[in-house]
């Protein structure tokens, strides 16, 4: 079935190292990814998204890896900031290609 | 640009009591659209979405419903809220041509 993952629920950094955050999928047949941020009490915030035929996909301050061999996907955060303080969540497009199905989230806290 | 406006931001309503959450989006014609509810700590469930005007996939069965009575309006509704409908929920659109997903600001719903 469709399923989204990630490693560690919680993940704290210093102020400007860069941090990485894991996502594991199951659904090899899966061609699009995205990364989300959330702000406590706010919506979810797009961050960037990848589809399966890049291995990588570059932002500003943010990289995102997959490797789809191992069903995995990275988050990249260069130089954290406290702002990025924040719940991280990747999701996948479900089967059907009709919406995201979304991991259960990373809490990313970085400390001056 | 775009912009997706939810209301109310936060709402506290008795066991039994119906519900009306109502989810607007500007600057884009026929978008999907999206219902997401989110539990404390946890990560965001769909529950409806929406790809034109009277057209509802539910995801979840359940006591809740939507409707879109218009393009860019998207309704989430019960006739009889349960102490299990508290939570923070999410309206998003996304466009045709892509999967990505713009999130609302959300609204707070404790059922007491």
């Known amino acids: ?112 | 640009s775009q912009t997706i406006h939810q209301w109310p931001a936060t709402l506290v309503q008795p066991v039994g009591s119906p519900l009306s959450l109502e989810c607007t989006v500007e600057g884009t014609s026929n978008p999907n659209l999206y219902w997401y509810r989110q539990a404390a700590g946890r990560g965001l469930q769909l529950l409806f979405y929406s790809v034109g005007i009277g057209q509802i996939s539910s995801e979840v069965p359940q006591n809740l419903s939507a409707s879109r009575p218009q393009d860019r309006q998207f309704i989430l509704s019960s006739k009889k809220l349960l102490l299990s409908d508290s939570g923070f929920y999410l309206c998003a659109w996304g466009g045709r041509e892509g999967y990505e997903q713009y999130f609302g600001p959300g609204t707070r719903l404790t059922v007491t």
């Open chain 1, 1 to 112: 079935g469709e399923s989204v993952g990630l490693h560690l629920p919680t993940l704290s950094v210093q102020e400007g190292d860069n941090s990485i955050i894991n996502c594991a999928y199951s659904n090899s047949a899966s061609d699009y990814f995205i990364w989300y941020k959330q702000e406590s009490g706010k919506g979810p915030q797009f961050i960037i998204d990848i589809r399966s035929n890049m291995d990588k996909r570059q932002g500003q301050r943010v990289t995102v890896l997959l490797n789809k061999t191992v069903k995995h996907l990275s988050l990249q955060i260069a130089a954290t900031q406290p702002g990025d303080s924040a719940v991280y969540f990747c999701a996948e497009k479900n089967q059907a290609g009709t919406a995201l199905i979304f991991g259960k989230g990373t809490t990313l806290s970085v400390s001056s």
